[in-house]
């Protein structure tokens, strides 16, 4: 019985690549707001370079609140979404050259979320990571956690609960 010859990591890794940045750019409000995504592995870390433009109350200077809820939701989506895409982008079952705005898998939809601003977002980049509490085929729930110079040190975090998207086939 012969193996199936493994691929080269620079093929996975470009798959992989290909997919999130597929997946990351489809919504115009993350494209405008210049949310990317890092990759390490299936771990995600959401990024939101600064912008003068996502300033809420310049007297202070403080990120807009609903900036910030924006980040933590579409964090969350964007984390659910590629962990059930993951399988199927490493067995090589997704082409991700063949991804467009209408073959992207649908993405969850919020059903609640709550924000917890714990501290004013500063105007510097801000970072965040969803961990999913609960994944079924219905429903998930994912914890959201929003930092910027010091991951220890918050500023904001966020629970939501989502409806899983069915398969486009039914």
């Known amino acids: 019985m012969s193996r199936k010859t493994p691929e080269p990591v620079q093929v996975i ?22 949310m990317r995504f890092d990759r390490r592995g299936d ?39 590629w962990a059930r895409m993951w399988d199927d982008i490493e067995s090589g079952a997704l082409d991700p050259d063949a991804l467009a705005a209408d073959t992207l898998p649908r993405l969850p939809k919020t059903i609640d979320i709550t924000i917890d601003y714990l501290r ?26 929003a930092w910027q110079d010091n ?10 609960h989502f409806v899983m998207p069915q398969s486009r086939d039914g």
Do not use: C, W
Not at 44 to 67: E, R
Not at 120 to 143: H, T
């Open 151 to 160: 991951r220890d040190r918050l500023y904001a975090s966020a629970t939501a």
């Open 13 to 34: 890794k470009q798959r992989r690549d290909t997919a999130l940045e597929a997946l990351a750019t489809a919504s115009p409000y993350m494209r405008y707001l210049g």
């Open 120 to 145: 004013s977002g500063l105007p510097r980049d801000a970072y965040a990571r969803a961990q999913i509490v609960r994944s079924g085929r219905r429903y998930a729930s994912v914890r959201v956690d």
């Open 43 to 81: 771990e995600l870390t959401a990024i939101l370079p600064y912008s003068d433009k996502l300033i809420g109350n310049p007297m202070l200077p403080a990120l807009h609140g609903g900036v910030t809820a924006a980040f933590l939701e579409s964090t969350g989506v964007i984390s659910l979404a």
